[in-house]
């Protein structure tokens, strides 16, 4: 069987173009009601006249969910947790004040620690925003009329996470699905896109097929804890369908290995998976499946119609002595006061972030103020992701102000009220979500659109008109780049190749896991996690390989993990359908890469 065609470590036109237009599964929905978060957040500052409204669409953006629970979880923890940041930050108001070496000193601390949180600990997703907003917040304090600094400066700080954290709590409830449908919808979409494989398609629905099969089951076991949070749910039905997330990573597999034959499977089989892609996509799950006759010597097609069978069937089989404990994780990572990365990223993130505050106070020029926000945005852990990334920050950053600066030119003077400033709101945002939605590799371009052109547009309480404000803050942005780009490849340079091996390993594991299950249960469940190691794995190399010729010219083994990583989801594969005899010897072979 043919391994699924990795696409080609640079991020070439050709492959960013089919990323950006990728209409992947529940993508447009999860764009437009992201779009509708932002303009509402733009309304709601406008009504309340808060400041710097680029600063709550911007969080709005970067933090709306999927599902209407995990959206009112984040705006209810934002806001708890800046609650207490200005509790602090009201105590150091008062050795700040006056005192530039004391605001300086504190900016520092404050931007360490939300680093350090942002690699060490479950913040991560927020972290960044959160140190954006408060380090923002003392920025502001220090440019504030003295009368009025403490009371404005924490009200509006306040406000940057308050607004946005009210829209996704309200709005989300009203127009996001429920993460069990987003659940279902998710393995109806694998279901039928594995139907269309087993009929015969071209290549175009191939990579779409490897792109969310790459994807295991990690984003559809994060919707199932969701669901189990909203406690509407039957548990007995949760386990149904977490089985059933796990069976549709197999299926989709399976499938996509009998495609590469050029073969047309089964009828019966096709009008199986349609059917049961229907019960799905009407938020229920089938059960009693019975499962479809298979031709002799189409192994793939026997395994999927034997995946059927158990498809919402959980596993009644006891957990094997062997199997990896289920230990609950704390709020810091296990490694995270023991490994030096941790601090050093730290460090490397709080230089970039001083180093952009003091270049912008020395110069006088406080329009360029953007490019500490830039430095929480764009921070990344190694050379190869701030390098893989750079093209797409840069390229975000100058689609959204020149679309910022268009507006500005001829769009803004047409309007007459509101109503037509919140639809430029509204499609700038669709776009920049619809970036934002798709593939890892160019999410970061989606958010740069939407940084670039709040800052430009939003100004005060609502739009502005003014020309030097747009290029004062591109210019910040792009300062803001070209600074923590500077700062992260130049002190303690992290390359992505350290970590491949690791990965490779972790692999390794789970492919052993994969081999000495019992049941089809079992074997689905390895392999989702098989699924997003891969993946991770191959992200590592691509990262790997987008680092500059000194550094790839020591990395002997990369087109070696290449290989390895494809041939482990090849053999994943194998596994399921019974056709890898020699399936221990090639484990073994893994293990060797890695060691």
């Not at 669409?57 to 940041?85: C, E, H, P, S």
């Not at 900016?107 to 060490?120: D, E, R, V």
């Not at 996704?168 to 009203?174: I, W």
């Not at 909203?230 to 549709?248: T, V």
Request: net charge neutral; hydrophobic share 50%.
């Amino acid at each position: 069987m043919a391994p699924p065609v990795p696409d080609p470590a640079p991020l070439t036109p050709a492959r960013l173009w089919r990323q950006v237009r990728d209409p992947a599964p529940g993508r447009l929905g999860h764009a437009l009601r992201m779009a509708a978060g932002c303009t509402t957040t733009v309304l709601v500052g406008e009504i309340w006249q808060v400041p710097d409204l680029a600063v709550p669409a911007l969080v709005t953006l970067a933090l709306w969910q999927k599902d209407r629970v995990t959206n009112a979880v984040a705006g209810i923890a934002v806001n708890v947790l800046i609650l207490v940041l200005l509790a602090l930050i009201y105590g150091l108001i008062a050795l700040t004040l006056d005192h530039p070496m004391a605001l300086v000193v504190t900016i520092t601390l404050l931007s360490f620690g939300f680093f350090f949180l942002g690699s060490a600990s479950k913040l991560k997703p927020v972290a960044y925003m959160l140190g954006l907003i408060v380090v923002y917040g003392l920025v502001a304090i220090d440019q504030a009329p003295v009368g009025e600094i403490v009371t404005r400066a924490l009200l509006y700080t306040d406000l940057f996470l308050a607004v946005p954290g009210a829209v996704m709590v309200v709005l989300g409830l009203l127009i996001c699905p429920s993460p069990r449908r987003v659940l279902t919808d998710a393995i109806a979409a694998r279901l039928r896109l594995s139907a269309a494989l087993l009929r015969g398609t071209d290549d175009t629905a191939r990579a779409q097929a490897t792109g969310l099969l790459r994807e295991g089951a990690a984003g559809m076991a994060q919707a199932l804890r969701m669901a189990a949070l909203e406690r509407l749910w039957r548990p007995a039905d949760l386990a149904c369908l977490r089985q059933a997330a796990n069976s549709a990573v197999a299926v989709l597999a399976l499938a996509e290995s009998e495609a590469t034959h050029g073969r047309d499977a089964p009828q019966p089989l096709i009008d199986t998976l349609e059917a049961m892609a229907a019960i799905f996509a009407d938020g229920d799950y089938p059960t009693a499946i019975a499962a479809p006759p298979a031709p002799a010597g189409r192994p793939a097609c026997a395994a999927i119609a034997a995946l059927l069978a158990v498809f919402t069937t959980p596993d009644a089989t006891p957990a094997r002595p062997d199997a990896p404990a289920g230990k609950k994780s704390g709020f810091f990572a296990p490694d995270a006061f023991t490994n030096p990365a941790h601090v050093r990223f730290a460090v490397k993130g709080t230089a970039a972030v001083m180093t952009s505050y003091l270049l912008f106070r020395m110069v006088d020029w406080p329009g360029i103020h953007t490019c500490i926000i830039t430095c929480f945005i764009v921070a990344l852990p190694t050379m190869g992701e701030m390098i893989a990334k750079l093209t797409l920050r840069i390229g975000g950053a100058l689609v959204g102000g020149a679309i910022g600066i268009a507006a500005i030119i001829f769009v803004q003077p047409h309007l007459q009220d509101i109503t037509g400033f919140l639809i430029l709101v509204f499609a700038v945002s669709l776009l920049a979500a619809w970036v934002k939605t798709g593939d890892e590799r160019i999410a970061y371009a989606g958010l740069q659109i939407g940084l670039a052109f709040y800052l430009t547009d939003l100004k005060g309480y609502g739009p502005t008109s003014d020309m030097a404000t747009a290029r004062d803050r591109i210019v910040g942005i792009m300062l803001g780049n070209v600074i923590t780009y500077a700062v992260f490849t130049s002190f303690w340079p992290t390359s992505a190749y350290d970590g491949i091996a690791q990965r490779l390993r972790a692999v390794a594991t789970l492919l052993r896991r994969q081999r000495a299950a019992t049941t089809r249960q079992d074997q689905a469940a390895c392999m989702a996690e098989l699924q997003s190691a891969v993946s991770q794995g191959e992200r590592q190399v691509e990262y790997a390989l987008a680092e500059p010729d000194h550094m790839r010219a020591e990395m002997d083994l990369i087109a070696s993990f290449q290989t390895g990583f494809a041939e482990a989801g090849r053999l994943g594969a194998d596994l399921l359908d019974g056709t890898a005899p020699d399936a221990a010897a090639r484990i073994t072979a893994l293990e060797t890469l890695a060691s």
